[in-house]
């Protein structure tokens, strides 16, 4: 059985009273389930017989959720196209008590989309769609001129990138702008953390993949060699990025803790099921967010 000490359920309690601004691209997160047992006629693909949809929010749109579901207030600042996909994010959102009112809707944007088929607990295939180019000179400067009124009304902040067009240089530099300024818990969740240097953040939130990519390695020859790969580039990863904290998740293996002057700290994951795995760093991030705007350290 796992312990909490009082201190750890007090700061768990105070979630409830931190507002958090999550800012990031949006997904709708689709899965097909169904069964199958024989080949198409026309390619030796399955066919798989659909008995059950479900739409989820995806991206940053489930780190929102998450920190809702968590206890704490959240204000979403996103955009979605003019689009079916998008309609039914917004329910999603609405059902999980995540407010629409500061995602903007582009109608020369596509709703960022993840359709995933499953058949027999075996996911199939991946369908993705959605705009993933920069945003338009005019969606930009609505972007920023709601990131500016939200920010201070904040305690902390979710970049949640997956460098789909949302997180333009112009909004990274009016993050950074406003971190000066009025300085909050800010922790990035980027596929391009060293783009934020110049915001002062808190903290970062890598996965290995991303994290090899900032170092310049390669994968390691085994699962059980990503820690001690990782483990020794902590402060590489702090200096890269200019962050005092970095969380490093490492799927299954769990995450590595990194603070400047202190040994890393890890900490373990119970495995998921892998056809409904998709988003588990959201949650991570979700999590690590508001427990450091909480009072958490690493010690």
Same mark, same amino acid.
């Given at each position: 059985?796992?312990?909490l000490n009082s201190n750890l359920l007090n700061q768990i309690d105070s979630f409830s009273a931190l507002r958090v601004l999550v800012i990031g691209e949006a997904m709708l997160d689709s899965y097909?389930?169904?069964s199958t047992d024989r080949l198409c006629r026309e390619a030796p693909v399955p066919v798989v017989s659909i008995t059950a949809r479900d739409h989820q929010p995806g991206g940053a749109a489930n780190t929102a959720v998450n920190v809702r579901s968590l206890g704490a207030e959240v204000a979403f600042?996103?955009?979605?196209?003019?689009? #079916?996909?998008?309609?039914?994010?917004?329910q999603t959102l609405d059902s999980s008590e995540v407010p629409g009112e500061h995602i903007l809707v582009d109608p020369d944007r596509s709703t960022l989309a993840k359709q995933r088929v499953i058949a027999s607990s075996q996911m199939v295939v991946r369908f993705d769609q959605g705009s993933t180019l920069p945003l338009s000179p005019g969606t930009e400067e609505s972007l920023i001129q709601h990131l500016e009124t939200l920010f201070p009304t904040c305690d902390a902040v979710v970049v949640s990138d997956?460098?789909?067009g949302i997180l333009t240089p112009r909004v990274i530099q009016a993050l950074a702008a406003l971190q000066a300024t009025e300085p909050r818990v800010v922790v990035v969740?980027?596929?391009?953390? #060293?783009d934020y240097r110049a915001v002062r953040i808190t903290a970062v939130k890598p996965n290995y993949e991303e994290a090899l990519q900032i170092l310049g390695l390669r994968k390691a020859s085994s699962i059980d060699e990503r820690i001690d790969q990782i483990s020794g580039h902590g402060e590489r990863i702090l200096e890269i990025t200019g962050a005092p904290l970095a969380a490093v998740t490492l799927d299954e293996d769990g995450a590595l803790i990194f603070e400047s002057g202190s040994a890393p700290y890890r900490t373990y994951a119970r495995p998921q099921p892998h056809t409904r795995a998709a988003g588990a760093g959201d949650t991570f991030v979700?999590?690590?967010?508001?427990?450091?705007?909480a009072g958490a350290h690493t010690e």
């Open positions: 059985m796992v312990m097909l389930e169904g600042l996103s955009v979605i196209g003019d689009d #079916p996909e998008g309609i039914t994010l917004l997956y460098d789909y969740d980027s596929k391009r953390l #060293p979700s999590a690590f967010t508001l427990a450091l705007a």
